[in-house]
């Protein structure tokens, strides 16, 4: 149980479910924690290192059956999101990529070749996934990809570019969505292919501790069967961005909660004018507002992933999910360097890389615009996004 805890959540959870949650906050204390703060500064992660001790202990794609997978719930997984972002959501980025995207697209599209080949390695941590549906000329806009596939005999030859790829400087597979003549589909395409490039992009004022990378396809052939072959139209790569929101939705909180946790402790512990921080009705007042906030998000995300165990959730549930939890937990970091005044930007604190890296989480697997205009639908029954 956590100090801001103020509606006795954990009675909510059962003990499995609170014993995953144990064991991911540990690692996290002691492979993220020590070491985030220099890894944001240098803008270098050691992904490798990380994603083999997160296979080890079952993290990666543990959500899914079989293959290597742990099978786990959707709260467990979230729970595992949340302690994962509140050490840092670059450390979440890179296990929600490789579950909830790669794995998971292939998991759910793939052949059975395919899920053979490539789950168990990444399961493990041994080979890491990337997903490349973001294109440097079509973010929000997937529709109007520019990434061609086209037939060669019996092979496939892929050209075009993708963007802002999580995990694509380090990725043994990408999982590429490209336009066909019979619409979109998606490829299995081992990075080691001709024709294929990775560039990792720099200078990042967010999402430091995390590899991003844009891939570029020159002509790069495929065999027929590196297609996936149930992924069929744009609905494949969007149900596969459900998944990996419903982790946003859970991980948001972790870094919500990382900074209320600073901000009530330097609270009650810096004196101004002769008394704590907390003492001041204004503090007090900040600090309940962003306790209010938290747990009605956790609350949110509980309910959200009690209905994905239950196969009923909706993809206009997770818009509601992600805008609501992203938008205030970016809130609440913000308000939070206040209270921490200039020590609120030193990296000594969490509080401004959490608040950097959110503002990245704002923006990918659908941007605040998108899931309002996404629920407006849901609301209204009239599309706005043509």
Not at 268 to 297: H, I
């Amino acid at each position: 149980m956590t100090a801001v805890d103020l509606l006795d959540l954990d009675a909510s959870l059962t003990e499995e479910e609170r014993q995953i949650r144990a064991v991911v906050r540990q690692v996290v204390d002691d492979l993220v924690r020590p070491h985030v703060a220099g890894w944001y500064e240098a803008g270098h992660v050691p992904a490798r290192e990380l994603a083999r001790e997160f296979g080890r202990l079952g993290l990666l794609g543990m959500h899914l059956t079989g293959y290597g997978c742990a099978g786990s719930t959707a709260v467990a997984y979230g729970l595992a999101c949340l302690e994962l972002e509140a050490g840092d959501s670059g450390v979440r980025s890179l296990v929600s990529v490789q579950g909830s995207l790669a794995m998971y697209a292939i998991w759910r599209y793939g052949s059975e070749e395919q899920k053979q080949r490539w789950l168990p390695a990444m399961a493990a941590g041994e080979a890491i996934g990337s997903f490349g549906l973001t294109e440097p000329d079509h973010g929000s806009d997937p529709a109007s990809m520019a990434t061609r596939a086209r037939r060669d005999g019996d092979d496939w030859v892929l050209n075009g570019s993708k963007m802002w790829i999580t995990n694509a400087p380090i990725a043994d597979v990408a999982v590429i969505w490209a336009r066909t003549d019979s619409g979109v589909g998606g490829f299995a395409v081992p990075m080691d292919t001709p024709g294929v490039t990775a560039r990792e992009i720099t200078r990042k004022m967010s999402l430091r501790a995390s590899l991003t990378g844009e891939i570029s396809l020159d002509d790069v052939r495929l065999p027929a069967d590196a297609q996936l072959p149930d992924a069929t139209g744009l609905k494949a790569p969007l149900s596969c961005l459900t998944e990996a929101r419903h982790g946003i939705v859970w991980g948001a909180l972790g870094a919500a909660r990382d900074c209320l946790e600073t901000a009530l402790t330097y609270a009650t512990t810096r004196t101004q004018f002769g008394r704590p921080l907390a003492g001041f009705q204004l503090t007090q007042a900040k600090l309940a507002d962003m306790a209010v906030e938290w747990n009605k998000g956790c609350l949110l995300a509980l309910q959200l992933g009690r209905l994905a165990d239950a196969g009923k959730l909706r993809p206009e549930q997770v818009s509601v999910g992600k805008l609501n939890n992203v938008r205030e937990a970016l809130a609440i970091a913000r308000q939070c360097r206040t209270i921490l005044g200039a020590n609120g930007v030193s990296g000594d604190y969490p509080v401004m890389r959490h608040a950097n890296n959110l503002e990245s989480v704002l923006t990918y697997e659908g941007t605040s615009e998108i899931h309002q205009l996404v629920i407006g639908q849901r609301l209204t029954g009239v599309s706005a996004f043509t």
